[in-house]
């Protein structure tokens, strides 16, 4: 039991090895003139078009559930937009804590920052502006006090609070789900929040992981996968850099859905002042910012169509339509609102998912009846008649057939020669046979085919290695900066 400890101690204390190298923790602060902030960000804005997308919404009514640290709600950019939810991380570190909400607070200012000044000229200006954002917090910054306390929890209990934290969004009436996070490993009980989130039509967007640059992603070709990103019905999100290109320690898995700008964002943080965070957390955020602008428009739209909006109306996809490093494309906001306006004419003008218009002559409603008359008694006198004939002609056949099996028991079919074995075969003896008819080689085999082994599984052999990079089987990666 204790070696089991001391192992799994092991493997976290190499987990924040490997944090150290990575690009999570990247974050610079940049000049306190909020004016010299909103010239910085404008890139981020505009290679994702939300200002395109403003002229239709943004993202009024909507609420976010920002699943991190916490968010300081007294922050300027924020003012006004940030919702009081539950603490699931486990240690009682109070909000007026320095170390408290670091990274959630730069994460929701992405998404729901209004900016500050008359107009909100100046500051951070999020995607869906006007949209509000639940605080749920669940995982600790690195200078918690109780990081250390919060790093050696099981990891049976931090993904049941990951679950709990999900449901609480989904009570809180949260219409998406921004998880800028990861775990190695999956869970049944994070699985189940999840489908829960999906059924009550809330879109999740989670970040797919920083070890894209890590030596066992170089060594296996790919990043390991990282939870919940990589979970059914969640939208992963890679990051790339001001040139649009793939950001070097951006995870490259099959969880990677789309892709947005996550190499030096500008963002506000919980002491007011403004930071440049890498890592595809912000990509995340961004991204979460666009599923709340459609929801803000299409509010009953459901989350697998959101994700379709997204992801087919992306911008530079790369070659072939897909690859594992930026998904489809780096997300798109106006277009992403255009194409969710015709998934949603198409869905009003279907039933079950086929265009009636479009398939079988105009769907079921205009297919007349068969044109079978009612059955009068008349009718129904004659199939009883055509039954009887029937069964009669059936008694005739087996006694018939029960007289042919007689006749065989004693070795002989009416009117027909002695059935021979295939020994009598092989030595001419069998009727028709003679000189130049080959005797058959052996007994018959049933079916005349060969008998094959059954395939079997093929090779279950371990899961990925979840130690090559963050996310091991303990606590979440620590989510500063990622």
């Known amino acids: 039991m204790l070696s089991g400890r001391l192992a799994g101690r092991a493997a976290w204390l190499l987990l924040l090895a490997a944090a150290a190298a990575c690009v999570a923790a990247v974050a610079v602060p940049v000049p306190a003139r909020a004016d010299g902030v909103r010239d910085k960000q404008l890139w981020v804005l505009d290679m994702v078009h939300a200002p395109s997308a403003w002229a239709l919404t943004r993202g009024k009514g909507?609420?976010?559930?920002?699943?991190?640290?916490?968010?300081?709600?007294?922050?300027?950019?924020?003012?006004?937009?940030?919702?009081?939810?539950?603490?699931?991380?486990?240690?009682?570190?109070?909000?007026?804590?320095?170390?408290?909400?670091i990274h959630g607070t730069w994460m929701a200012s992405l998404i729901a920052g209004h900016g500050h000044d008359p107009g909100g000229s100046s500051g951070v200006m999020g995607v869906a502006p006007e949209s509000k954002v639940l605080s749920i917090r669940v995982v600790t910054d690195h200078g918690d006090p109780h990081f250390r306390q919060y790093q050696n929890e099981p990891n049976t209990r931090v993904q049941q609070a990951l679950a709990d934290a999900i449901?609480?969004?989904?009570?809180?009436?949260?219409?998406?789900i921004s998880m800028s996070l990861g775990y190695g490993t999956s869970s049944r009980v994070v699985r189940a929040a999840l489908q829960n989130a999906l059924d009550h039509g809330v879109v999740v967007v989670a970040s797919s992981g920083n070890s894209g640059d890590t030596a066992g992603a170089r060594r296996s070709g790919h990043a390991p996968y990282s939870f919940p990103a990589d979970y059914p019905g969640v939208l992963g999100v890679g990051a790339v850099s001001q040139n649009g290109t793939a950001a070097r320690f951006s995870s490259d898995n099959l969880s990677v859905g789309v892709a947005a700008p996550g190499v030096r964002v500008p963002a506000q943080g919980r002491d007011g002042q403004y930071w440049l965070v890498s890592g595809t957390s912000p990509a995340c955020a961004l991204t979460a910012g666009v599923a709340a602008l459609i929801k803000s428009r299409y509010p009953h739209m459901a989350p697998a169509l959101?994700?379709?909006?997204?992801?087919?109306?992306?911008?530079?996809?790369?070659?072939?339509?897909?690859?594992?490093?930026?998904?489809?494309?780096?997300?798109?906001?106006?277009?992403?609102?255009?194409?969710?306006?015709?998934?949603?004419?198409?869905?009003?003008?279907?039933?079950?998912?086929?265009?009636?218009?479009?398939?079988?002559?105009?769907?079921?409603?205009a297919i007349p009846p068969v044109p079978v008359p009612p059955r009068g008694q008349r009718q129904l006198m004659l199939y009883g008649l055509v039954l009887l004939g029937s069964l009669a002609v059936a008694g005739m056949a087996a006694t018939r057939l029960a007289r042919v099996r007689r006749a065989g028991g004693r070795g002989q079919r009416p009117g027909a020669e002695p059935e021979l074995s295939w020994q009598q075969q092989a030595q001419g003896r069998y009727a028709g046979s003679g000189p130049g008819v080959p005797p058959p080689a052996g007994p018959p085999t049933p079916g005349?085919?060969?008998?094959?082994?059954?395939?079997?599984?093929?090779?279950?052999?371990?899961?990925?290695?979840?130690?090559?990079?963050?996310?091991?089987?303990?606590?979440?990666?620590?989510?500063?900066?990622?």
Do not use: C
């Open 62 to 101: 909507v609420i976010v559930a920002v699943i991190d640290s916490g968010v300081v709600p007294s922050v300027s950019d924020l003012a006004g937009s940030v919702l009081p939810g539950s603490d699931f991380s486990g240690v009682s570190t109070p909000e007026s804590d320095p170390s408290w909400g």
């Open 167 to 176: 449901t609480a969004a989904v009570n809180g009436h949260a219409s998406v």
């Open 306 to 365: 959101v994700d379709q909006a997204i992801t087919t109306s992306a911008q530079n996809p790369p070659p072939g339509g897909y690859d594992d490093r930026v998904g489809f494309g780096t997300v798109d906001a106006a277009a992403a609102l255009a194409a969710a306006g015709r998934l949603k004419h198409d869905a009003a003008t279907s039933r079950g998912g086929v265009r009636d218009t479009a398939h079988f002559g105009g769907g079921a409603s």
């Open 448 to 482: 005349g085919d060969e008998a094959m082994p059954p395939a079997g599984p093929g090779p279950s052999g371990p899961p990925w290695p979840t130690s090559a990079g963050p996310g091991s089987s303990g606590p979440p990666w620590p989510p500063a900066g990622s």
